[in-house]
């Protein structure tokens, strides 16, 4: 199972101690989440955070790019280190043309779908792309109530992919935590973001634990 500790709900003033704690307590990702205050109602941090925790951390840098126009913006977080780069579905006019941008820099390219967003719209880039996120929150915010209905969908991209010749990822993010986590890898699942559950922990290693052994 692949552990992406989401660092949206980790103590802002202390960001590059909290990254080494995941780092050294196994995490295999850091999931970044960047909010525009328009895709969804939060504002984060932009690509000038990813690149100054670069130098500091050997983990895979995913960044879930929660803004309107993100063809603007995916090659600067790709020149500040990010290893993978998902965009929404409900934010792009021709994804199939910005998942092609995105591999083109060298890097993996994922697909974010909101909850109510079905799959029909990743259908035919399903062969293009590295990564599905499915949310099983309303994106935004850290802490949400995990989403069971979004469970289906996950068995259901998990039959598609598993169709393919080539591995396609699937992660889930949003209130993932020891109790809804079993679920979603039985759905199919195999990245895990979790945002709370980890940092909200007193030892970060002992959610990290608790995911990667599912
Ligand atoms: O993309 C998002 C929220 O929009 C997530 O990555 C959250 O940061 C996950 O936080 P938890 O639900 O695990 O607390
Ligand atoms: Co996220």
């Known amino acids: 199972m692949i552990v992406a500790p989401s660092l949206l709900s980790a103590d802002f003033a202390t960001l590059k101690q909290q990254v080494a704690a995941v780092e050294k307590a196994g995490a295999d990702y850091l999931h970044l989440d960047i909010m525009d205050g328009h895709f969804v109602p939060n504002i984060t941090f932009g690509a000038q955070l990813v690149r100054d925790l670069r130098p500091h951390s050997k983990l895979i840098f995913d960044v879930h790019l929660m803004v309107e126009h993100p063809d603007e913006y995916f090659a600067d977080f790709c020149r500040a280190g990010a290893d993978i780069i998902t965009v929404h579905v409900e934010a792009c006019n021709h994804l199939h043309r910005t998942v092609q941008n995105i591999k ?25 792309v590295d990564m599905v996120l499915l949310m099983t929150v309303n994106p935004g915010f850290g802490g949400q109530k995990f989403i069971d209905a ?25 209130g993932i935590n020891e109790n809804t986590a079993p679920g979603a890898v039985a759905a199919g699942a195999n990245i895990l973001v979790a945002g709370s559950f980890v940092f909200g922990a007193e030892e970060v290693s002992k959610p990290i634990e608790i995911l990667r052994q599912l």
């Open 104 to 128: 083109q820099l060298g890097i993996k390219a994922g697909v974010a779908l909101n909850p109510a967003t079905p799959l029909s719209g990743i259908h035919y880039v399903l062969d293009e």
């Open 150 to 174: 979004v469970m289906p969908k996950v068995e259901r991209l998990k039959q598609l992919t598993a169709n393919l010749e080539r591995n396609v990822d699937i992660q889930v993010d949003g």
